[in-house]
C-alpha cells in the first residue's frame, strides 16, 4: 500500500486542522493506521493508532496531547484522518501516517511497514 498525507499547512494557534491519509495499491482495509509527528531535532512522536475496522483506537498518553487528537477513518474513500484541536505552538512538526497489518497496536515507528511522505504543519503563536 501507498499513503500520501496532506492537509498541513500554516495555522494559527488555537485553530483546528484535519489531516488525511489517502492509501492506494493496495486493500486499505487490511491494514491498521497510525499517526506519528517529528518536529526539528527529536525523535518520531507517536499520536495515535486506529484498527482496520476503525472499531478501536489508541491514542498517546501524553497530557499536552489529551483531548485534542481524535483519528478516524473511512474505508469506503481509503482514507484516514487526524483531527487536531486547540493547536499549540509545540504541535509544529512534520506529521506521518503509517501502514502496519497487524492486529496487534504499536506505539512506535518501527513496526510500521509502509509511511506517507509527512505533511507539515507549523503553528504560529
Known amino acids: 500500500v501507498q499513503l500520501q498525507a496532506s492537509g498541513g499547512g500554516l495555522v494559527q494557534a488555537g485553530d483546528s486542522l484535519r489531516l488525511s491519509c489517502t492509501a492506494s495499491?493496495?486493500?486499505?482495509?487490511?491494514?491498521?493506521i497510525a499517526w506519528f509527528r517529528q518536529a526539528p531535532g527529536k525523535e518520531r512522536e507517536f499520536l495515535a493508532h486506529i484498527n482496520w475496522s476503525g472499531v478501536s483506537t489508541r491514542y498517546s498518553d501524553s497530557d499536552s496531547m489529551k483531548g485534542r487528537f481524535t483519528i478516524s477513518r473511512d474505508n469506503t474513500k481509503n482514507t484516514a484522518y487526524l483531527h487536531i484541536g486547540t493547536l499549540k505552538f509545540e504541535d509544529t512538526a512534520i506529521y506521518y501516517c503509517a501502514a502496519r497489518r497487524s492486529a496487534f497496536i504499536a506505539t512506535t515507528p518501527e513496526p510500521y511497514t509502509y509511511w506517507g511522505q509527512g505533511t507539515l504543519v507549523t503553528v504560529s503563536s
Open positions: 495499491e493496495g486493500r486499505f482495509n487490511d491494514y491498521a
